[in-house]
């Protein structure tokens, strides 16, 4: 609108040949006033942006007021329109400032409220992160049953899959050999102590004999010589007695022995449990625990599957965030429909070279019936603000996104 304004003046100008220099001062001024076309933007219009073309509509309308002055009524109106609009320029110009800043300070306002959504959290709260990993039921209780000696199997007690207690008869071993040796140092401990027995008598013996010999010397009745011969003797009898008690204690100790390798032929449960594995069997031979163990000829296996964790392996890029506590939940690939809850007790002390994971041990809590070691399971820890509000709900309540799962009933 300037520029037609411009090019009229310009043109009425030409016309009249009546152009003072004033008028062409007037009228550069009135070009620099012009507004551009400016490039065609798809931002959406700010805020403030129908102020601003109200504001330059009003100029435009001031300019060509301002010509039009100029040409009819001379040179000192158009000064005074000049000042007026160079006034409400800079007001209506301050006035916008005022209301950006506004605007701004608002906009800062309504950013730091964290307003609510519908279902009523935070729609800037941060969303629950997890950790996923995968591993194998676990018994930490496991003995391996050896015969610590050799002998030839007469009865095996148990079948694989039965529950036994600590102590209870799981094989029978016979050993001829073991039976003989029990018989000779039985027969040796009883000839030891018949001797102690002798050696006894014979103490009593030397002591009344020097006690008699004692006497007889104070009455002049026995030569010294004699009397010492008589204590000589009781000196003798008492080294006899104190070996024959040795003889004694050694031939219990051989007895002791003997038993000790004959009861150790029935072979007993080491701890409670249930036999997860049995290689005994009738007839069969074995050696003894140490040959046994380097030949790996074991009789069975007992497993404590009272107390099964899970081993787990998670990235080693979370080992930051893994803490002795931190709860989750597991599911088994035996159970797919029925989670549990689930708690880190142990974390490995070192980190797996060449899978990059670390092992978790987990402790569990209601885990499905009919659960066995070597089963295959995946877990999902909460970590950061979600594993705080994990801990306050009841393990039930957990479901099984990771895995696409909820609990059952």
Known sequence: MFEVAISAGSAMFAGMNTTSE???????????????????????PKPHARRRLITGAMLVLAAAASLAAALFYGPETLQRIETSLAGFSGRDLAISADGVEARARDGAAVEGVRTPTEG?????????????????????????????????????????????VAGQVLVRLDDAGARFALRGAEIAGRAAALALEARTIELAQARSSFA?????????AMSAQALEEARTAVDKAENAALQARQDVEKAELEIDKAREQVEALIVRAPISGTVTRLDAHVGDTVLSREDSVREDESLLTITDTASLVIDADVAEANIALMRPGLSGEAVLDGFPGQPFAIAVSKIAPVVSREKGTVTLRLSLTSPPPGMRPAMAARIRLLVGEAAGVGAHHPPSSFEAPAFGLRTSG
């Not at 800037?124 to 050799?150: C, H, N, W």
């Open 22 to 44: 004033h008028d062409r001062d007037l009228a550069a001024k009135l070009r620099s006033l012009s507004i551009e076309p400016a490039a065609f933007k798809t931002e959406p």
């Open 120 to 164: 009523g959290a935070k729609s800037t709260a941060a969303l629950p992160r997890e950790v996923t990993g995968s591993g194998y039921v676990v018994a930490p209780d496991i003995a391996t049953v050896f015969s610590k000696y050799e002998g030839r199997i007469v009865a095996v007690e148990v079948e694989a899959g039965d529950s036994v």
């Open 212 to 220: 008699r010999s004692e006497r007889l010397a104070g009455r002049d």
